[in-house]
């Protein structure tokens, strides 16, 4: 009896631009639900009140919290940097501000306690 190899997941396994296009698209479908649920909230508030209407309601705003919670995850996670990433050659390197000596203030003493 033969076995294959066991993977950790599909991301570790699938080409980096598919990976990248997967969570675009899963971004979009997550914004996309969100508009909806939200309109449909907004609907529900605008119904009299009745059970059906509450639980609308509140069904819709658990989704649209949701949806808008794994967009705005995803967002943060595809838009920051690592501090160990290197830096892109269009980026200038990190600036030190000046020294209390350069800019005329004169020399810098320690507090003494």
Same mark, same amino acid.
Do not use: C, H
């Given at each position: 009896?033969?076995? =294959?190899? !066991?993977? =950790? @997941?599909?991301?570790?396994?699938?080409? &980096?631009?598919?990976?990248? =296009?997967?969570? !675009?698209? %899963?971004?979009?479908?997550?914004?996309?639900?969100?508009?909806?649920?939200?309109?449909v909230?907004?609907?529900?508030?605008? +119904? *009299? %009140?009745? #059970? *059906?209407?509450?639980?609308?309601?509140?069904?819709? @705003?658990?989704?649209?919290?949701?949806s808008?919670?794994?967009?705005?995850?995803?967002?943060?996670?595809? $838009?920051?940097?690592?501090?160990?990433? *290197?830096? #892109? +050659? $269009?980026d *200038?390197? &990190? $600036?030190?501000? &000046?020294?209390?000596?350069?800019?005329?203030?004169? &020399?810098?003493?320690?507090?003494?306690?």
């Open positions: 009896m033969t076995t =294959t190899p !066991r993977t =950790t @997941g599909p991301v570790e396994t699938a080409r &980096p631009q598919q990976a990248i =296009t997967r969570v !675009r698209r %899963n971004f979009w479908v997550l914004v996309a639900a969100t508009i909806l649920a939200v309109g909230l907004t609907e529900a508030l605008k +119904a *009299p %009140n009745s #059970p *059906p209407a509450a639980a609308v309601l509140a069904v819709s @705003g658990l989704a649209a919290l949701a808008l919670t794994l967009a705005g995850r995803i967002l943060t996670v595809t $838009t920051t940097r690592r501090a160990d990433a *290197p830096r #892109p +050659a $269009t *200038p390197p &990190p $600036t030190r501000a &000046p020294a209390r000596e350069a800019v005329g203030y004169g &020399p810098v003493e320690e507090a003494t306690e």
